[in-house]
């Protein structure tokens, strides 16, 4: 089969690139991860000021959130899979019981998604010959379901474990080679910095301006940071008194 002519292959739905399959749980693993132990980090290192604490806390939280954060991925994606299959088993059912009901249905929807009603009508009468094709329709015009649509959750359960493993290691770093009163600055400045580069590569698949993506991911995360810091300083007076 040949590519179409007009085929540009620098658009992202025509690359099915790795970013293009896995972009989500990259980003989202690795921005929760620089994100959440920035911010834990910060607030036991305050609260505490010993190493061996932040240090042992800090594997902690990176392998059981990483791992969290991965079983949940894995069992969402084959939730919902089980659901959409459940949902499109019902309509199936009804379109074998009720096909004259789901044809007028399927018009109404084809109106309303701005064909014209005689067009609608004849493509009504084309899907309700095929009983496969009128699933189709009904699956994304009515239930918002794309039969078949790529999900693979335990290759993306695995990007999720890895992206937020590579994340965290960004502000447990500093821990292990400066002093804890250095390594908070330099630990949340990493992270601060991690998130900004994470934006910013994400923003040669997004379309959006460098540093404006870059921007816009680290000033979320810097507010979240910032509450990891007021927490752990009032844990500090807490324990002092």
Request: charged share 20%; net charge negative.
């Amino acid at each position: 089969m040949h590519e179409p002519k007009h085929r540009n292959p620098h658009f992202l739905h025509h690359q099915h690139s790795f970013i293009h399959l896995y972009g989500r749980e990259i980003m989202f693993g690795m921005q929760d991860g620089m994100v959440s132990l920035s911010g834990a980090l910060t607030g036991i290192a305050v609260g505490s000021n010993d190493r061996f604490t932040i240090l042992l806390a800090g594997l902690s939280i990176i392998f059981t959130a990483a791992l969290s954060m991965a079983i949940g991925t894995y069992n969402s994606l084959v939730t919902e899979t089980k659901i959409e299959k459940r949902i499109l088993a019902e309509e199936k059912e009804e379109i074998e019981s009720s096909l004259i009901e789901e044809k007028e249905e399927v018009i109404e929807l084809f109106i309303a998604d701005g064909w014209p009603e005689e067009i609608s009508q004849k493509m009504a009468e084309c899907a309700a010959r095929d009983n496969n094709l009128m699933l189709k329709e009904m699956a994304y015009r009515e239930l918002g379901v794309v039969p078949n649509r790529f999900k693979r959750p335990l290759y993306k359960a695995v990007i999720m474990f890895v992206a937020w493993m590579l994340g965290g290691l960004f502000p447990l770093m500093p821990y292990l080679i400066f002093p804890v009163a250095v390594a908070i600055i330099i630990s949340v400045i990493m992270a601060l910095i991690g998130l900004f580069c994470l934006g910013a590569a994400m923003s040669n698949f997004t379309k959006q301006k460098v540093i404006l993506a870059g921007l816009e991911i680290m000033i979320i995360g810097g507010v979240a940071m910032a509450l990891g810091f007021v927490v752990g300083h009032f844990v500090d007076i807490f324990t002092l008194r």
